[in-house]
């Protein structure tokens, strides 16, 4: 069985301070993708990243890098000099199926309220 | 990136009255449809995968004659909630995939049920 784990349930910092969300995952497959989405106060889930077992490239994008990690399990994401803006939950999630069939669930971490202060 | 619209974004309703929330796939053609439900502060958990044309796949514990789930074309996924109760007040919220090998699974905002 699959399962994703934020031990992070609350992060509160200040603007323009750097911040790290923590993501370890448990999965029996070897082909897998990972994901971190963004839900802000209204509801939506942003997509922000995805990433497959065989690419273990860390990926910068703007503010954001992430850092995947086969060895230890985890796929934690950075956000740089961070902003007001930024306050929301963060839910990292796993996919066990990329073949393309019927079953592509996604199993989401419990989620990372981050709140940024100005 | 695709676009799913969920409607409505937010509902109120009488305990014992149904509640259909419709998950729409504006751009493509979506042969699978995810519904998941969100507590307050709590994770999104899987409720059932829709199948077009065919019947839903439920999760373990998720009652399929108490959230009805059809998938009549490629582009419009619904779920009714039937003779609602207020411990069904929840935050649903679906996903859609484009037909075809290794895509995408886009999200729709969400639906906020409050049964009274």
């Known amino acids: 069985a699959q399962k994703v784990t934020q031990a992070q349930t609350e992060i509160s910092v200040v603007e323009k301070e750097d911040v790290t969300l923590d993501c370890v995952y448990e999965?029996?497959?070897?082909?897998?993708?990972l994901f971190w989405y963004k839900q802000p106060p209204s509801g939506e889930l942003v997509f922000l990243i995805r990433?497959?077992?065989?690419?273990?490239q860390n990926e910068i994008s703007g503010r954001y890098s992430w850092n995947f990690q086969k060895s230890t399990s985890s796929f934690n994401f950075t956000i740089t000099a961070s902003q007001v803006v930024d306050s929301a939950v963060y839910f990292c999630?796993?996919?066990?199926?990329?073949?393309?069939?019927?079953?592509?669930?996604?199993?989401f971490g419990k989620g990372t309220l981050l709140t940024v202060n100005p | 990136g695709a676009v799913v619209s969920q409607h409505p974004s937010r509902v109120i309703c009488k305990s014992g009255t149904s509640v259909k929330i419709e998950c729409r796939s504006l751009?493509?053609?979506?042969?699978?449809m995810f519904w998941y439900r969100q507590f307050p502060k709590q994770s999104l958990m899987l409720m059932a995968t829709?199948?077009?044309?065919?019947?839903?796949?439920?999760e373990q514990g998720v009652e399929k004659d108490k959230f009805l789930i059809n998938h009549a074309s490629l582009t419009l996924s619904t779920l009714t909630v039937t003779s609602a109760h207020p411990e069904d007040s929840s935050f649903y919220i679906c996903?859609?995939?484009?037909?075809?090998?290794?895509?995408?699974?886009?999200f729709g905002q969400g639906t906020r049920l409050t049964v009274v």
């Open positions: 996903s859609a995939r484009e037909t075809g090998l290794n895509t995408e699974a886009f």
């Open positions: 999965t029996r497959d070897t082909t897998y993708y």
């Open positions: 990433r497959n077992s065989f690419d273990e």
């Open positions: 999630a796993l996919s066990e199926d990329t073949s393309g069939g019927s079953n592509y669930k996604l199993t």
């Open positions: 751009d493509f053609q979506a042969t699978t």
């Open positions: 829709s199948n077009e044309g065919s019947k839903a796949t439920y």
